[in-house]
């Protein structure tokens, strides 16, 4: 950020986020704050926002178990809040996050984003970081 | 990518991609691959991504249009390939890129993630990188 060329933009504020572009929901990406890798895309309500915003930490709108979910509520792999874009036409986040645990993603990844397109097909293309049968118990984070 | 630790996910091709959890679309980030900042998230339909796959060219499918629309089509400023990588729901792309042109943003700036939240208010935390006035003539060109 460059603080010199701030500049308030009145007409927009915390609550003047468009979400009915994606039928109530925010396309959320998170980007490890230290590493600048992409860990996740997400999606969060209005809630799932207000709540993001109130704890400090990542909590997105689950779509296949349709509740507010926590990130890490089960692993222990939360996502602290650094900072917080959104784009020009505000229908999607930007968080840049400390990662505490060793991944996000549910196989056992640092990041979701594990398979790379390698000649037409999707390859494993990363290590994995942990063992998600050790951290997840009979009920699985789902990851979105 | 570590190549040693790359295996093949058989399961997985080019064509097996979960359009359907977004009503035919996927979420797509778009990241630069010099400097790693997330430029913008587009969508993708099918189409979009077989042309995509085609052309070694950004191309989204523009919701607003209802329409492909190459990422650069009027401003010149596309966006091309470098790697591409899926999640582990299948549902979103992440795609590095260089970046043709001194900004992704139809409002001038580097990146659409422009406006950074700081004390419950959303700031325009960066230069502006070109005059869109300047870039785009009579038809805008959508952002989304």
């Known amino acids: 950020m460059n603080s010199e060329n701030a500049t308030q933009d ?8 468009d979400f009915d572009k994606l039928n109530g929901l925010l396309a959320v990406v998170i980007q490890d704050a ?19 915003l109130e704890t400090g930490f990542v909590v997105f709108f689950s779509r296949s178990r349709n509740k507010l979910w926590m ?6 792999h939360t996502l602290q809040v650094v ?9 999607a986040l930007l968080i840049t996050v400390k990662a505490n645990g060793p991944g996000v993603c549910h196989e056992g990844f640092e990041s979701c984003f594990s398979r790379t397109r390698v ?4 390859i494993v293309s990363d290590p994995r970081t942990f063992s998600p049968t050790d951290v997840y118990s009979d009920t699985k984070e789902a990851v979105k």
Do not use: I, P
């Open 119 to 122: 000649n037409n097909n999707w």
């Open 83 to 91: 900072a917080m874009s959104t784009d020009c036409d505000r229908d």
């Open 71 to 76: 990130k890490g509520e089960t692993s222990g």
């Open 10 to 17: 009145q007409s927009r504020t915390m609550t003047d986020l």
């Open 34 to 52: 230290v590493t600048q890798r992409v860990l996740m895309v997400g999606f969060m309500n209005a809630e799932a926002y207000e709540r993001t």
